[in-house]
């Protein structure tokens, strides 16, 4: 029960458990940011124009191109890297 919560995810993306307590919570302050910035923007449409946007934008590349990247690059071996 113990791996199965703590160990094995964070070892599926190649992160300690800590590193990917890290990873996670900046994940996390992002989303705040930009959950804070998109209710601003509803509130007054001028302001924070692009920021929501820029933040899914970068947390996509964070989460789903750089791993996707950085895992492909582990399979090649490190003459690819």
């Known amino acids: ?3 199965r919560l703590f160990v ?5 993306v190649n992160e300690s ?3 990917h307590m ?10 705040l940011f930009g ?5 601003v923007h509803a ?3 001028g302001l924070c124009v692009k920021t929501g946007s820029g933040v899914v934008n970068d947390l996509h590349r ?4 750089h791993r996707t990247k950085a895992a492909h690059a582990l399979e090649q071996g ?4």
């Open 8 to 12: 094995d995810h964070p070892d599926s």
């Open 62 to 65: 964070r989460m789903v191109t």
């Open 78 to 81: 490190p003459a690819n890297v």
């Open 17 to 19: 458990y800590l590193q």
């Open 22 to 31: 890290g990873v996670a919570a900046s994940f996390g302050a992002a989303m």
């Open 1 to 3: 029960m113990f791996k």
């Open 35 to 39: 959950a804070v910035a998109c209710f």
């Open 43 to 45: 509130l007054v449409p």
